[in-house]
């Protein structure tokens, strides 16, 4: 029997150069067999009432502060004032946030996790590995620690819904 | 209430060329199935059908040999070695180039033919004695992808399925 079905996923996030891709999280948060269904999912997602599953980075290849070549440079989404959502590129974690980087710091500190350290770059550089950090920290967190991160981050637009033809 | 099962989704793993290597630029879901058997069956169709038009060297084709395999270039020496397959051509810094295609395709070609000997005389300029030429020939296709397990072209995602 081939069927369809509604697949929640992460926008398409393109790495300009990262060694190592294998860090990037995966992309499939999960599926439906009904197109309301998939939809209401994913408005719950987009108002943060939700947080998707923990394999599912917020951060991608995100890792770092200040441009520095050859460290996960990274597009996103973003929503502008219009309301419409842009692909654009990222560089700091003020673009993703609304409370700056102090205010996404304090958010971290105050679901008690730990804050990522910065490490010393390819060109001198500290640079700030947030992808580790999401994957290390955040992912090993409970939802009531994540979906606040998830929430702080609010000038991302993350999912989307696609279909894809299903053998059941 | 809605019922949750598993999904099994085969998903393409767009290698775009980015004027100097090729980069995953897309994942496209392809079919998703509720049996993981036939999701893995329905992937590996796909990925010996796309091996079949690669023509590049996995490490060329992924942007270097750290993208193409998790092995040390080390353990992949070793492993070639133990193979009885000859290893690639040394670069102008001397060092083995990894990207160079001709060996790659020389090396595909010679595991998957049997009547093809002289690939290895003419890479090495040496001839394997019968019962290493033998252990050459016993390698599959697959064996000699595995070594390079970073370069996928569809992978198996599964996850939550919900159904009323």
Sequence with gaps: ?168 | MARVQKAYVVQRLDWQYNDNWWDINELEPVKAFTDRERAERFRLELELEKRGDCTFSPAFYAGGLRRASSRSEAELRRELEAMCLPLPPLDQDHELDWSDGDWWRAVLALVADPSAPAYYARLTGKKLSPAMYERALAVSPDQLWALFDRLRFYELVEIELERP
């Design chain 1, 1 to 168: 029997v081939t069927d369809q079905l509604f697949l929640v996923r992460l926008r398409h996030e393109y790495v300009e150069r990262d060694d190592d891709r294998h860090l990037q999280s995966p992309s499939l948060v999960k599926a439906f067999d009904s197109a309301v269904a998939a939809r209401d999912y994913l408005d719950a997602l987009d108002a943060r009432s939700v947080c998707p599953p923990p394999p599912i980075s917020a951060l991608g290849a995100f890792a770092q502060l200040a441009p520095e070549v050859g460290h996960g440079a990274f597009y996103a989404w973003l929503r502008s004032a219009d309301g419409s959502v842009q692909e654009r590129f990222v560089s700091s974690i003020a673009q993703l946030c609304s409370l700056g980087e102090e205010g996404f710091r304090e958010r971290v500190r105050s679901v008690g996790l730990a804050l990522p350290q910065a490490l010393p770059g390819t060109k001198g550089q500290p640079y700030i590995p947030w992808h580790v950090w999401w994957r290390e920290v955040v992912g090993k967190s409970t939802e009531a620690q994540r979906l606040p991160l998830w929430a702080a981050l609010d000038r991302v637009s993350y999912f989307e819904v696609t279909t894809v033809p299903c053998e059941l």
